[in-house]
Nanobody, 124 residues
Framework: QVQLLESGGGLVQAGGSLRRSCAAS????????MVWFRQAPGKEREWIAAITWSGGNTYYKDIVKGRFTISGDSAKKTVYLQMNSLKPEDTAVYYC?????????????????WGQGTQVTVHS
């Protein structure tokens, strides 16, 4: 059984930093792309950063570009999200997700495995 286990997150002041981790377990786990999504209250779940295992290509939504960095360690099957210069509008539940088919999908329906989600709260 494949599981994505998230860690990190929590409460931080505006301008601060947090680091999220997402570790995959399961002997047969393989994926083409790992993505971080987030969902704020009353809003749809949106992707914010993605990384492909092959080539390590990274992609960011404009609202986090230059502040967030996604990285991965394929040997550990772990992906990270370093979040800097956090703003109150970054407050949301953050999820990691894995897609086992090629290609990047911006909608949550295209992903096969999900982490449990963790609240990140940025207060001013």
């Amino acid at each position: 059984q494949v599981q994505l286990l998230e860690s990190g997150g929590g409460l931080v002041q505006a301008g601060g930093s947090l680091r999220r981790s997402c570790a995959a377990s399961g002997r047969t786990f393989s994926s083409y792309v790992m993505v971080w999504f987030r969902q704020a209250p009353g809003k749809e779940r949106e992707w914010i950063a993605a990384i492909t295992w092959s080539g390590g290509n990274t992609y960011y939504k404009d609202i986090v570009k230059g502040r967030f960095t996604i990285s991965g360690d394929s040997a550990k099957k772990t992906v990270y999200l370093q979040m800097n210069s956090l703003k109150p509008e970054d407050t949301a539940v953050y999820y990691c997700a894995a897609r086992t088919s090629p290609g990047l999908r911006v909608g949550p329906a295209g992903y096969d495995y999900w982490g449990q989600g963790t609240q990140v709260t940025v207060h001013s």
